[in-house]
């Protein structure tokens, strides 16, 4: 690699942000874009005025890994502090945790059963005539039954996709969604916390190089980056072949931003599950921070709907038909030169943050090896078929 080779890197937001860094440090111009007015993507916070609370502009992010030196990682540009995800969710006037867990079970069906009970119980509700779950609905049915399917996933599942869940793939519905103790905590990994100063201050500080530039509110268009000695480009990958083969599918949220003085819902995230009301749930942000007091509250309504131009895309839908454009994509990002795609627009994948950042920094790593052997980068990382 010749030093300070230019390389242009279209995204401030994780993916952008930490392949920047790993190449700046390696010697390397790097100029970044993007067409937003600040940094951090979709992880962006920014404190309200009005009541101090750190907010999550676009929806909350818990960051959370089982990847040691990802951990390790962010750790070097921000202080983590401890933060467990615990979600309820509102159903028939009730209020439940989730996971759908042994208190759950017991509550819902006005019991006290053991785990080895609840175990037996749960399997006498699965609809064991289902072999092979084909669609969503089948694998909900075959694991948990009826009753808890559709009291905790099937209207929720059908607003946050805008299908039936006879519609969607059993795939989305991975593992048994049941645990059969009272943990509560919504995920498994070791590594669990939200950043003390907020996300945009941790990405602040990874593009903080004398050899990175970063310039906002700036679009990006195929062709423009001529003189550069290669382009990562993290934004929608149907966007930057002008939607030649037609847009992706995505689901884009709406938020209904309210204030309330003093304590709202008393969590978090605050699910509703039944069809009749239109939101999937209420996030509160101040409890996002249990460190810090704040009198005011800022909460926000999520609403799902089906991404159209100009929205900002969220969750790639990727069912059979989306698969087929997507192929005709990949195909075309085969063919170009001096490009990779990356992140979750770039690969047209849904991605935690650690598996974001985890990629970013093998892609950054790949390219100094692939540089110094002379050797070409590939158009993607992980192929997103």
Known sequence: MKAGERILVVGAG??????GRELAQAGCKVEIVDSRGHIGGNCHTERDAATGVMV???GPHVFHTDDAEVWSYVNGF??????????????????????????????????????DEARAFIEEQADRTISDPRTFEEQALRFVGRALYEAFFKGYTQKQWGCSPTELPASILKRLPVRFNYDDNYFFHAYQGIP?????????????HPDITVTLGTDFRRGQGTGF???????PLDGYFDYARGRLGYRTLDFERFTHDGDYQG??????????VPHTRITEHKHFAPWEEHAGSVCYREFS???????????PIRLVEEKAQLAEYVAL???????????RLGTYRYLDMDVTIREALDTARLFLDRRAAEAAMPSFLKPPL
């Open 56 to 58: 999550h502009v676009y």
């Open 196 to 208: 003390k100063d907020g996300y945009s201050a941790m990405v602040a500080r990874i593009l903080d």
């Open 267 to 276: 969590c978090a995230v605050m699910n509703y599950g039944d069809l009749a």
């Open 14 to 19: 994780l993916s952008g942000a930490v392949i």
């Open 78 to 115: 921000g202080t983590f502090l401890p933060y467990r995800n615990r979600v309820k969710t509102t159903v028939g006037g009730q209020v439940y945790s989730l996971p759908v867990n042994l208190h759950t079970i017991n509550q819902f069906f006005g019991r006290s059963l053991r785990p």
């Open 305 to 315: 709907r089906a991404c159209e131009p100009g929205d900002i895309p969220y969750y």
């Open 229 to 235: 000695a290669h382009i990562f480009h993290s934004g």
């Open 333 to 343: 990002a085969q063919m170009e030169r001096g490009v990779t795609f990356v992140g």
